[in-house]
């Protein structure tokens, strides 16, 4: 997600990343701390897919919207 590098006023996340995440088709996080959680693991993410050579990317943090209601 090449949304993850930019970065909102407060050296974090912009204001409107849970918007990004919903937009994607991604659960999005109800406590605080998760969107920076998930804005740091998509920068690691974005910087190894473009790294030359390419880096295996981590994990995501966070499921797809229709599997996280499918394990409620």
Do not use: C
């Amino acid at each position: 997600m090449l949304s993850a590098v930019v970065v909102g006023k407060k050296d974090g996340p912009v204001p409107f990343f849970r918007d990004i995440l919903k937009a994607a088709g991604l659960a999005v996080p109800q406590t605080d701390e998760a969107p920076l959680k998930i804005w740091r693991r998509e920068q690691e993410r974005a910087h190894a897919a473009y790294a030359n050579p390419p880096r295996p990317l981590p994990p995501r943090l966070v499921l797809t919207a229709s599997r996280a209601a499918s394990t409620k």
